[in-house]
Nanobody, 121 residues
Framework: QGQLVESGGGLVQSGGSLRLSCAAS????????IGWFRQAPGKEREGVAC????????RYSDSAKGRFAISRDYPKNTVDLHMNSLKPEDTAVYYC??????????????WGQGTQVTVSS
């Protein structure tokens, strides 16, 4: 059975950068819309970026625009989230998931286990 695995989280200072990766085992991520989400302590999970399966259309949340970039690495079969100018409020567990419908975060399926991102001030 296929699954998603996130990696790349860690502790970074405010203003720093991180690259998160969402890897798939057992299936090709190219065949799916992919969304990146995050959940901070005490808050609901929110979608931050998504990429479509056919033509790589991309959407970002308002909090991610101008700082985050989502992309596919086809040889590695990953979907990466490049995060720049990180702020303490970006601290959260970050997840990737398959989206049954592009830009519809409520259609998420097959969550990974998450990777912790902590931004210190």
């Amino acid at each position: 059975q296929g699954q998603l695995v996130e990696s790349g989280g860690g502790l970074v200072q405010s203003g720093g950068s991180l690259r998160l990766s969402c890897a798939a085992s057992g299936f090709n991520l190219d065949d799916y819309n992919i969304g990146w989400f995050r959940q901070a302590p005490g808050k609901e999970r929110e979608g931050v970026a998504c990429i479509s399966r056919r033509d790589d259309n991309i959407r970002y949340s308002d909090s991610a625009k101008g700082r985050f970039a989502i992309s596919r690495d086809y040889p590695k079969n990953t979907v990466d989230l490049h995060m720049n100018s990180l702020k303490p409020e970006d601290t959260a567990v970050y997840y990737c998931a398959l989206l049954m419908h592009y830009n519809d975060y409520t259609s998420a399926r097959a969550w990974g286990q998450g990777t912790q991102v902590t931004v210190s001030s």
